[in-house]
């Protein structure tokens, strides 16, 4: 399946398509893939995530779901990409993995149904949606801080193109360590569903990233981990975590540690 990637290189962001372990210029040069500097695969205008998607999520929180789904943003200036290091500031507890797949928008899309979203898709990546679940008890109903922080938003390496998100395995694992696992068919809207349902009232442009949602068993991650991502189909997205300075008391809530925020960090309460 075609593939291309955003890379760093002598200082120039540059598009180049993976050949194997390799990534090929449009002049021809190549570079191994492990040694490149990855960006982010898209430029985003918005980036959009699903609430509780998989059914084992659900099942794990004793969750009893909505009819529909239900969304919040995260800012594009949390981008992080392949290869990265996610923050985790001194003074929080509960910096959460969630692997998932994402939707990347390939042209304008407005009052599309879900038999033509495909139309619309760009393709395909990886993201960990990274979650800094000590704000959760004064981020409720917005997630802005817990899912917006800086570093917070991996996605990569690539971009697929005609990849079929049908019956397609996903797996996280923590120092080889698999912590998460399942398939795409466990998802309760698939992708063309998220996209008809967000394009009746957001134009969706190109570059925008639609966060599909992740399976059971997101848990926190501490200093030093390595955090990756497999999809079938997608490859590899992998992340290390560093220490951060601690967040400022200087202004606004403060990291907490309740009931609450440990039963959503380890998933056994139900998320507000």
Not at 36 to 57: D, E, F, G, Q, T
Not at 248 to 265: I, K, Q
Request: a negative charge; aromatic letters at 6%.
């Amino acid at each position: 399946m075609p593939e291309t990637r955003r890379i760093l290189l002598d200082g120039v962001v540059t598009t180049v398509t993976r050949e194997a372990d390799e990534l090929v210029l449009g002049d021809g040069r190549r570079v191994a893939a492990a040694k490149a500097v990855h960006l982010p695969p898209c430029v985003p205008m918005k980036i959009i995530c699903v609430h509780l998607n998989y059914a084992s999520r659900r099942d794990q929180f004793g969750h009893p779901g909505t009819a529909t789904p239900t969304y919040f943003h995260k800012p594009t200036s949390c981008l992080n990409s392949h290869g990265g290091a996610v923050v985790k500031p001194e003074n929080c507890q509960y910096l959460n993995l969630e692997g998932e797949v994402g939707i990347v928008i390939g042209r304008t899309a407005r009052h599309v149904p879900p038999e033509r979203a495909a139309e619309y898709i760009a393709g395909y990546t990886i993201a960990n949606d990274f979650g800094l679940h000590d704000f959760r008890d004064t981020d409720a109903g917005s997630m802005l801080r817990v899912k917006g922080s800086d570093t917070l938003g991996s996605v990569g390496p690539g971009l697929v193109t005609d990849w079929d998100f049908r019956g397609k395995s996903i797996r996280t694992l923590v120092n080889d360590d698999v912590v998460q696992e399942d398939t795409t068919d466990g998802m309760i809207w698939d992708m063309h569903y998220l996209v008809a349902d967000l394009a009746r009232l957001i134009t969706l442009e190109p570059g925008d990233l639609i966060l599909s949602g992740t399976p059971a068993n997101s848990r926190p991650v501490d200093i030093a981990d390595r955090v990756t991502v497999e999809v079938e189909g997608l490859g590899r997205l992998t992340n290390h975590i560093v220490a951060g300075p601690p967040v400022p008391d200087y202004a606004g809530a403060m990291p907490t540690d309740s009931e609450h925020v440990r039963g959503v960090a380890y998933g056994t309460g139900v998320p507000a």
